[in-house]
């Protein structure tokens, strides 16, 4: 089993159902959905595109997927992480399309350094349950990095963490120019031009068995609103 922090939106709104629609999987209740009809983009294409996110569900990354330390269990995560949701208030993530690596991507346009600070407190909060990788892991997530996050990738098993950390949410799989100017395109009449995301609440998602569908396991909310 391992454990993801994700920020998602609530079961119960517009980025939400977008979201999932666009991938073609609702995380929450484990279904598979009907895809948008893109111009300019074949649906066998999209689901090909989308396929591998769609396994994590609708999603940006707050702390990345881990197996648990000895010792530990789900329980007293959940508990960690509602403790630190509860010291959060609230707030708005302005989004816009974009890219990230060559992946398309919904990025903020706002409130990034309260979105890096969050992250940052998610990665040291959770340490303690955090089952360490092996060398062989390490030197696989870490080829290709420079030096410092090699170090990071060392000492808490992730390269894109504090300086390096990037809030996104994955519209599809690293593509050519000419194709993510069409999902772009798409995304924006899909979404709209400037979505907002309503930050409201940690999400702790689950992958049961290797390689099986991450599942929202509980939403802890934010401990007030401003």
Do not use: K, N
């Amino acid at each position: 089993m391992r454990l993801a922090i994700y920020a998602t939106p609530g079961a119960d709104t517009v980025l939400w159902r977008r979201g999932s629609a666009w991938l073609g999987r609702d995380a929450v209740s484990d279904t598979p959905l009907e895809q948008p009809a893109l111009t300019g983009v074949a649906p066998h294409r999209l689901a090909a595109l989308t396929g591998a996110a769609a396994r994590y569900g609708w999603h940006a990354t707050v702390r990345p997927p881990f197996a648990l330390a000895t010792g530990a269990d789900a329980r007293a995560v959940l508990d960690a992480v509602a403790g630190l949701a509860a010291r959060y208030a609230a707030f708005d993530v302005p989004l816009e399309v974009g890219e990230l690596a060559g992946f398309p991507v919904l990025r903020p346009t706002g409130a990034e350094a309260e979105l890096a600070e969050l992250a940052a407190a998610a990665t040291v909060t959770l340490a303690p349950f955090v089952a360490p990788l092996d060398d062989a892991e390490i030197g696989r997530r870490a080829a290709g990095f420079d030096r410092r996050r090699q170090t990071l990738t060392a000492r808490w098993g992730y390269p894109h963490l504090f300086e390096h950390y990037r809030f996104h949410f994955t519209l599809a799989a690293p593509c050519a120019a000419d194709e993510r100017a069409r999902l772009a395109e798409a995304a924006r009449r899909h979404f709209g031009a400037a979505p907002l995301f309503r930050f409201d609440a940690l999400s702790v998602f689950v992958e049961p068995v290797p390689d099986a569908p991450f599942r929202l396991l509980a939403r802890c909310p934010f401990g007030g609103g401003r």
